[in-house]
Every structure is written in structure tokens, then in C-alpha cells.
């Protein structure tokens, strides 16, 4: 049974920082693209950041690009997403995914597996 537990969420203020956890378990992770997704109070889940294999090549959102960092310890089967310069738009859900098939088709609609998520509130 594959479980994607995510932690580290909490309540921060505007520009601070956070770094969340998702440790996996069930699966073979080193061969698990991961990636994080949000959704925010009223707003579709959206696509944060995703990671390869050996973490080599990693992808962002727009809004995060240059603010957050995702990364990966295979050998704790762990990824994490280093959030700074948070903003109040930030505030959301973040959960972590795991795509057995493709590193390009992650999407909101193409995931395999699903964390249950932590909340990040980000205040002014």
C-alpha cells in the first residue's frame, strides 16, 4: 500500500520561510517522479514543482520559480519543497504526488498517488 505522508506545514509570516516533508512509503521510490501541487481556499489544485529520479532535472510554476526548491533523498525516500519569500498567496494545501509513468505528463489529472496534505498559511 503506498502512502505519501506530508509534513512541515504551519503558519509563517509574508517573506519568512518553510520547508515541507512527504516521506513515502510502498513504493520503489527511487523510480517515482514526485512532484508538489497546492489548492488554495475556493481555487482548483495546481501544480507546484515536480522532480526526476536521480533529481537532476526539476520543473516550477511560474508563481514559485526563483522562491521555491524541490529536492529528494532516495535513500530516506523523501522529497521536500523549500519555500521562501512566502507571500499570502501562498496560503494553501500543499500535497505531494507521486507519477510512476512520465515526467512530462504531470499534471492535476495524471497523478498515480496522492499525500493527504499540510497547510501552509502564510500571514501579512
Known amino acids: 500500500q503506498v502512502q505519501l505522508v506530508e509534513s512541515g506545514g504551519g503558519l509563517v509570516q509574508a517573506g519568512g520561510s518553510l520547508r515541507v516533508s512527504c516521506a513515502a512509503s510502498?513504493?520503489?521510490?527511487?523510480?517515482?517522479?514526485m512532484a508538489w501541487f497546492r489548492q488554495a481556499p475556493g481555487k482548483e489544485r495546481e501544480f507546484v514543482a515536480a522532480?526526476?529520479?536521480?533529481?537532476?532535472?526539476?520543473k516550477y510554476a511560474e508563481s514559485v520559480k526563483g522562491r521555491f526548491t524541490i529536492s529528494r533523498d532516495n535513500a530516506k525516500d523523501t522529497v521536500y519543497l523549500q519555500m521562501n519569500s512566502l507571500k499570502p498567496e501562498d496560503t494553501a494545501v500543499y500535497y505531494c504526488?507521486?507519477?510512476?509513468?512520465?515526467?512530462?505528463?504531470?499534471?492535476?489529472?495524471?497523478?498515480?498517488?496522492w499525500g493527504k496534505g499540510t497547510l501552509v498559511t502564510v500571514s501579512l
Open positions: 510502498g513504493l520503489t521510490f527511487s523510480r517515482a517522479y
Open positions: 504526488a507521486a507519477e510512476l509513468s512520465s515526467f512530462s505528463r504531470i499534471a492535476v489529472d495524471n497523478i498515480d498517488y
Open positions: 522532480i526526476n529520479w536521480s533529481g537532476a532535472v526539476t
